[in-house]
Nanobody
Framework: QVQLVESGGGLVQAGGSLRLSCAASIRPFSIYTMAWFRQGPGKEREFVASISRSGGTTGYADSVKGRFTTSRDNAKKTVYLQMNSLKPEDTAVYYC??????????WGQGTQVTVSS
């Protein structure tokens, strides 16, 4: 099955931007719906964004709409999360996930995003 590795996290000031990447090691990557989740300090893991197999359909949590954009490059077997206008409340470990049908059962190790005020 697919193995996922996130990268691109770091420390950024409020209002800044980061782009996260999630690389899949096993094909066929294009058959998976991909998503981003995050878990902040003392919080449960929450949905952030999703993207369909072709990349034509995306969905976002209300908290990130207008600020975050997810995209994918199936040739590179990579999904991206462009994060703009970052806020301190965006601080979390961000996880990449994949599903074939209804359940996200493939997960990356996560990458830390810290937004300072």
């Amino acid at each position: 099955q697919v193995q996922l590795v996130e990268s691109g996290g770091g420390l950024v000031q409020a209002g800044g931007s980061l782009r996260l990447s999630c690389a899949a090691s096993i094909r066929p990557f294009s058959i998976y719906t991909m998503a981003w989740f995050r878990q902040g300090p003392g919080k449960e893991r929450e949905f952030v964004a999703s993207i369909s197999r072709s990349g034509g359909t995306t969905g976002y949590a209300d908290s990130v709409k207008g600020r975050f954009t997810t995209s994918r490059d199936n040739a590179k077997k990579t999904v991206y999360l462009q994060m703009n206008s970052l806020k301190p409340e965006d601080t979390a470990v961000y996880y990449c996930a994949a599903k074939l049908t209804d359940t996200y059962d493939s997960w990356g190790q996560g990458t830390q995003v810290t937004v300072s005020s």
